[in-house]
């Protein structure tokens, strides 16, 4: 997870437009609000597992970010293992920005 990845978290979060946690990030895939979903890049395989298949399933893109405890400081809460952005426009600058770091 690059800095501007970090500095779109803190910003998704302050505009509402992210639900953090396993439980809401869950449900807000299922309620067809996610339009992508962040898991950190040291989730646990079961966790890993059950995220990959519900964005599979309800087709919602899923990106790796950092570690539980970037994504919390980035979020200017506790570890965190995935966020839901809940905006299109937010979904689309994070994918744009996966685009430039994996290029």
Do not use: W
């Amino acid at each position: 997870m690059n800095e501007k990845q970090k500095q779109l978290l803190g910003l998704m979060q302050r505009a509402g437009a992210l639900k953090t946690g396993e439980e809401q990030c869950i449900a807000s895939v299922q309620k067809r609000r996610a339009k992508a979903v962040i898991l950190a890049s040291d989730a646990g395989v079961n966790t890993s597992k059950v995220f990959h298949n519900k964005c599979h399933s309800y087709q919602v893109p899923l990106y790796r970010g950092g570690t539980k405890e970037e994504m919390g400081r980035a979020l200017g809460k506790e570890s965190r293992v995935a966020a839901a952005v809940e905006d299109s426009g937010f979904a689309e600058a994070y994918r744009k920005q996966e685009e430039k770091r994996e290029s």
